[in-house]
């Protein structure tokens, strides 16, 4: 068995074990205690954020929790593991364009104060639609990522929904924007959440970075 194998194996026997709801925090002050690696999820509104979760863990509505009213603009911890071996953590949705100018701005100083200041926040994946590729909502998000120093994983959600060649327009042209960015990882995750393409490669990876 190779490492990847032990890796890729391991990280399936993770998640199929104990996830839990832990909490949600509306502010740095509600954050659980650092003591565990976080692996942080982040993408604009509709992006398949919730779908990608529940592939990545197996369950119907782990991320339920998470689009209850009043939990929108809130981080919700996850637990993985007995003992918690890592916590997912779901960022709320960016690119509300409706939202009122006073909720966009609590969101951004959330999101900006967690990033910077998470010691045990190992990385972030940042879902891109495949159907739209990087917009400016995105690419925004990757600005505040690379300011923060926080390494990132980019994911392509939603791969199922378009033709081959578009999907490999797209991968090309996310690449070459992911090279703009010093906090990027250089690897692009393809997925699609329906057919789970690409969640067993996700989950190991999740697993990989926790450890690091």
């Known amino acids: 068995m190779t490492e990847q194998d032990d890796l890729t194996e391991r990280a399936r026997v993770l998640f199929a074990g104990r996830i839990e709801f832990l909490k949600s925090a509306p502010s ?5 205690d650092p003591d565990v690696p976080e692996i942080a999820f982040a993408g604009r509104s509709n992006v398949g954020k919730s779908s990608l979760l529940n592939a990545l863990t ?9 689009v209850t009213p009043g939990r929108t603009q ?12 890592l916590r997912l953590v ?6 509300f364009a409706k939202a009122p100018l006073r909720v966009v701005e609590e969101w951004r100083r959330l999101i900006r104060d967690y990033l ?10 940042l879902l891109i639609d495949t159907r739209h590729g990087v917009k400016p909502v ?4 990757m600005k505040m990522l690379d300011e923060a120093a926080v390494s990132y994983r980019i994911v392509l959600t939603k791969s199922d929904k378009v033709k081959a060649s578009d999907l ?24 699609s959440s329906e057919y789970k393409i690409g969640i067993e490669e996700l989950r190991a990876a999740v697993l990989g970075d926790a450890e690091l």
Do not use: W
């Open 28 to 32: 740095l002050q509600f954050l659980p």
């Open 58 to 66: 197996g369950r119907k509505s782990i991320a339920r929790t998470s």
């Open 74 to 85: 809130e981080l919700n911890f996850f637990e993985v593991g007995d003992p918690t071996a």
């Open 90 to 95: 779901d960022m709320p949705g960016y690119g």
């Open 116 to 125: 910077r200041g998470r010691q045990v926040l190992k990385r972030t994946l």
């Open 138 to 141: 995105d690419a925004e998000m």
């Open 168 to 191: 490999a327009a797209t991968l090309a042209s996310v690449e070459a924007e992911a090279r703009k960015h010093s906090a990027a990882f250089p690897v692009i995750h393809v997925t």
